[in-house]
């Protein structure tokens, strides 16, 4: 194994699913058994996928490897396109075939009967396409031109039944909301570009490295992170524009899982990875706060949520701003890390909750469901596991990742002195474990809600059942390291993920990240020392309250909801306000409304009413003046110059009426005016 | 091709085709339709084979000797009337980077645009002659290089656009016919006076030494050529250059259109039949950046320069006002039509750059946007032949009875958001990182970008009210699309994908001559402000 055929090999990973893409989407129409095609692409990538990631992980596990080639040049601009392959890049190509894969088969049953089946294929297959394209990236423009093509299969997909009108609805906001960000991101990239000319990630860094900073200011270079963020606040729903991911819900389920739980989501995750390097204490400041809140933020609207699919969907959010404020806080190792747990624990909760849909025909409100545990148990199994998981249980994945990013707020709150972090971090662990527990009882535990359905209902085929056992299986610790309370000495951190060292400028650095006191910089720098021994000593402390936290979240969903010790609904009464805020989302979809939405419409339609009535009233204005004016031009015209030419005319011939009496025809007449004439010419003529 | 007078035949061909069609009978319809078809086929070819033949080394723009196919014969010639010397227009075409994508572009529109006119069934005789006038006026106007010439093919454009509208329009159209004819006959008024300042203030040299004055926008380029005392001179210190330049600017600015000289535009646009909006979107709009690119900055590099922040600033305005007016329509065609206003500010603001990577994805966005409007406009076209409405509140879930329609229908609005992999992105893209990259325009950039949010929520909010929710049962016998639509519609999402994925196709044509531009607008802008100093 070469390099050379480990790129060709990611080449052709990236490529193969555009090919079961245009197929599928083109010949669907005729070929009924066409996503077979589309199946067989996918399982394609996914071997070529595990053998690249085999290759880099032993033979390449040192060594970054890379190739491109001009796509355009003109003057002094090249633009190269390229991909880059490290570590991170093919766990990610791993993460994003494997549950991709499974989702394909997942959906086989699952959207069984669709009419637009073949369609939906081909949609999956140009959003594994454009996923991986985000992977792959070695540089800015590309990482754009992907980020908007998996907008686009999200669009497609959430409105994938467009008959409905709450999906197009949702397909629609969850592009804009997008590109609100992009806008962002886009303006990050233009600074970036007009000042290295180029789009590469590895030379611009190089470039910063060397002192060279956008516009020559330390404030330009946070700028440019902080609205490089942004596509990512956009793209992995962080606050303020995490509204778009729970209406996303819309799409069919295992495009959830898939698209808005695992894989896409997490795309703005992994920007922020990319752009670790260049990010400054400010920018990671506000990535932190960020995340934080986010994360805090949806945890107290899961709470209360009623639909299987919104509450998993703001566990989601909430999960994904814990990644970025990991980032945030310089925690990088582990916001990768929880990265690759949440794929796989999340996206074996969304397929179960879509067995239990899809075995409840189509019931996702909690109040029909209950009891299916003992109906399903394949799905409750699972299930379970990844409730664990992500309410950060011991032997979980969840719990090495989660416990190294609440160790590192700790640390941070520690170094810093931003304690809002942690305190807000561990109030989310706390949370997280009791919502999640509360979906799992009220779906599986209990009584049914609906009896009718509930006698109907029976565990999912193999297609279905096989993709939540092996994501299950994923969500367990020993697949990451052989000590289960500690991540750090598994080969996962150990080995393949390392902290890169940041190249801003020394005085916009955290204290903790300078390389003044970085004593442990070897081949893959680390953190400073600093930072290291705070980390140490705030490890255990970090476990055991995170743990107690969970336990303790675990332990009020049992007493609310197994064993009713508190009564809900008298609780609820008396802190009416609080649950109205969280059932309400926090009114954020009506704030923007009322503001954004409504004000742009409002706006549309005046500076429409300007254009109609002012713009092209001038325009119609003038004419009519014209007109006006030549009507009066017209008046002159006609009875003032035409009216002297006819009034000589009429003048003349009253002159001549009264001259032609004169002439009379007879020679007496005429003898008469002679003399007449001869007398007055000699009266005035006189001879002195 | 040394000699081969390829520029005049692609431009007189549709003449021929004209004569050939007058003198068939008026029954004859399909053998006109035919006639014209294979006249703007051969138009296809003839531009396919120039831009095999073509030097893309060549920079023309300024000078001479790199322009390509050129033709340059007396065409006018008076000796000797008194002050005046010998009065002469030549007739001059050629083309460089700058002319070939717009050449090629107006074989590509016109093409489709006659297949579009195969359902015109009013006067076809008439119709066909006028199309075919009217394509030799738009491709006279890219091709010629004698500003008087330029003015002549300039002129022939308006009578045929205008019975074309005012005939076989809509309901209000002759409302739009007088509209459109008065306000660009006033922008040509506009250059005519400019034509002739300039005509007066710059002689060039005959080769037998005589100087003698001139409409050669070469020469009119050279300040060399300029006597101190004309009244536009570069060197003579008064306002007249100025007010000159923003005549000649208005005078292209309402064929953009720019605002606040826009309004023609929608009211054209909706009252035309289909292929004629094909036309005006497609190539007559492009004609006014053309004329800015061709003769405003390079005769006027100083004022281009002094008053590139306006331009920008009006780039800007179009980008975001015609976004907020299209959001605010209810006509699908009129929603189009300021989605044109919009994406051609994305041309101004990238032109305002005066950078390579701007102008360049100007241009480029002229072609993608010639193409991508002309398939918007076919797309109403498609719908208002099967329903008779426009009413964007009309319909619903199109996309459930015409599934393959609406897939051509998604691609083409993609394509105008400009999502990347599509023709549109790449030049919004580079017309971005020019005008981010011009300090001079950098802020009037950011606000821009405003525009990308804006073009697609008007474009997804379209797209879910005609083709999304349940089907109104009131089309449930649209048919999907017939084989003369799919032949319209499957060339132009082609090249909407190859431009895409391969911009260089286009955008290698006009480096080199958008290169020297530049470089010449730069250069000269500070030598004329050293001599007036």
Redesign the interface.
Known sequence: MTETILINIALVILFLPLLGFAAT?NLG?KIKKMYYFEIFIITATLILTIIAAFFKLSDFVNTQIGSSFT???????KIDLGIKIDNITVIMLFVVNLISFLVHLFSLEYMKGDKRFNRYFAYLGIFTFSMLGIVLTDNL?MM???W??VG?SS?LLI?FW??K?SA??AG?KA??TN??G??GM??GI??L??NYNTFNFDVIYSQINLGILPFDSTVWLTAAGILLFMGAVGKSAQFPLHVWLPDAMEGPTPVSALIHAATMVAAGVYLCLRLFVMLTSDAMLVIAVVGAFTSFLAATIALTQTDIKRVLAYSTVSQLGYMIMSIGIGAYAFAFFHLVTHAFFKACLFLGSGSVIHAMHHSQELEDLGGLRKKMPVTYLTFLISTLAISGIPLTSGFLSKDGILAGTLAFGELTGHWLIPILGFTVALLTAFYMFRLLILTFHGKPGNQEKYNHAHESKWVMAFPLVLLSMLSIFIFYTPNPISAESGWFLDKWISTPETVVPESTRFEFMKSSDSELVDANFVHSKLYEETMHHVHYPAMILSVLLGGIGILFAFLFYQWKKINVDKLTNSIRPLYNLSKNKWYLDEIYNATFING??A???I??WF?QYI??G??NGT?KITKIYSTYIKWIDTYIVDGLVNLTAILSGIIGLALRKLQTGKVQTYIVYVILSLLILLIVFKPV | MEGFPILSLITFLPIVGMLIILFLPKEQQQAIRLTTLLITFIQIVLSVIMLMNFDYKASGIFDNSTFQFVEKFRWIEIPGISWLGTVKVDYFLGIDGLSMPMVLLTSIVTFIATLSSWNITKAVKGYFSLFLLLNTGMMGVFVALDFFLFYVFWEIMLLPMYFLIGIWGGPRKEYAAIKFFLYTLLGSIFMLLVMIGLYFSAKETLPDGARVFTFNLIELTNIANYSADGILAPMNPNNWRLVAYIALFIGFAIKVPMFPFHTWLPDAHVEAPTPISVILAGVLLKLGTYGMLRISFPIFPDITLQLAWYIGLFGMINIIYGAFCALAQKDFKKMIAYSSVSHMGYVLLGIASLSTTGINGAILQMFNHGTITAMLFLIVGVLYDRSHTRGIDDFGGIAIQMPIYTGFVTVAFFAAIGLPGLSGFISEALVFVGSFGSENIRILAMVSTLGILLGAAYMLWTLQRIFFGELNQKWNELKDLDWREYSMLIPLTLIILFLGIYPSAILDIMNSSVKSLVDFIITNANNFYITSL
């Open positions: 989407i129409a796509w355009i040049a003109f003057d002094t601009v423009l754009y031109i992907f908007e093509l686009l669009y409105g467009f008959e009108k197009s609805d629609k592009f804009l590109r609100i992009d806008i886009f303006l233009l600074i570009f007009a742009t419409l706006l549309s339609k500076i429409s254009d713009v092209d001038i325009v004419a």
